[in-house]
């Protein structure tokens, strides 16, 4: 069974603060990607970013980064200069996939991390 | 614009009464899922449906039900037989088939309170 672990369940930080959101993930796919999405305080999930099981490059965009680490299952998400307009709700999933993207693409959440960041 | 629309945003039930929640997607999207989120927790998936007119059971699916009749559609009814119905309902869509990269896109939610 795939299992998501977000262990934070609040962080709160002041703005202009680094912050990292941890994510652990279990499965036995082979092939699975990782997703992770904002909930805003308006409730509708944005997504963030996709990164499947065979490419582990780290990711930048902008202010945001992710270190996907295979060997430790893990896919963090890092906010640098945080800024009040990052608080929100944030959610690492997973899903299983096949070569090829075909699957029904079930997401399995973590609990979410809720990000305050003060002014 | 593209994207998918709920409604309505707020619902209000009495015990006993079956509602239903709608959710329409103009995204030409094949996949459409419905979650439910409870305060502190994660989302959990109700029911699924890859196709028009086929729908499978999620990880909580008792006490609902839904139907595809068009590609577009896919309300979700809750039943007087869900025990506890109080939460935010999430619609969501993708594309399936070679090609398609799993990332779901939301709907803005229903927040549904049982009086």
């Known amino acids: 069974a795939q299992k998501v672990t977000q262990a934070q369940t609040e962080i709160s930080v002041v703005e202009k603060e680094d912050v990292t959101l941890d994510c652990v993930y279990e499965?036995?796919?082979?092939?699975?990607?990782l997703f992770w999405y904002k909930q805003p305080p308006s409730g509708e999930l944005v997504f963030l970013i996709r990164?499947?099981?065979?490419?582990?490059q780290n990711e930048i965009s902008g202010r945001y980064s992710w270190n996907f680490q295979k060997s430790t299952s893990s896919f963090n998400f890092t906010i640098t200069a945080s800024q009040v307009v990052d608080s929100a709700v944030y959610f690492c999933?997973?899903?299983?996939?096949?070569?090829?993207?075909?699957?029904?693409?079930?997401?399995?959440f973590g609990q979410g991390t809720i990000l305050t960041v003060h002014p | 614009d593209g994207g998918i629309t709920q409604s309505p945003k707020y619902l209000f039930r009495k015990e006993g009464q079956n509602v239903t929640l709608s959710c329409e997607q103009n995204?030409?999207?094949?996949?459409m899922y419905w979650y439910r989120q409870d305060p502190g927790q994660g989302l959990r998936l109700i029911y699924y449906?890859?196709?028009?007119?086929?729908?499978q059971k999620g990880d909580i699916a008792e006490g609902y039900s839904v139907s595809r009749e068009k590609k577009e559609s896919f309300p979700l009814t809750v039943t007087s037989a869900q025990k506890n119905p109080t939460a935010f309902y999430l619609c969501?869509?993708?594309?399936?088939?070679?090609?398609?990269?799993?990332?779901?896109?939301f709907g803005p939610g229903t927040r549904l309170t049982v009086l």
């Open positions: 969501a869509s993708k594309l399936s088939g070679p090609g398609s990269y799993n990332e779901q896109f």
């Open positions: 499965t036995r796919d082979t092939t699975y990607y």
């Open positions: 990164r499947n099981s065979f490419d582990e």
């Open positions: 999933a997973l899903s299983e996939g096949r070569a090829g993207g075909t699957s029904y693409g079930k997401l399995t």
């Open positions: 995204l030409n999207h094949d996949a």
């Open positions: 449906s890859q196709i028009v007119n086929d729908f």
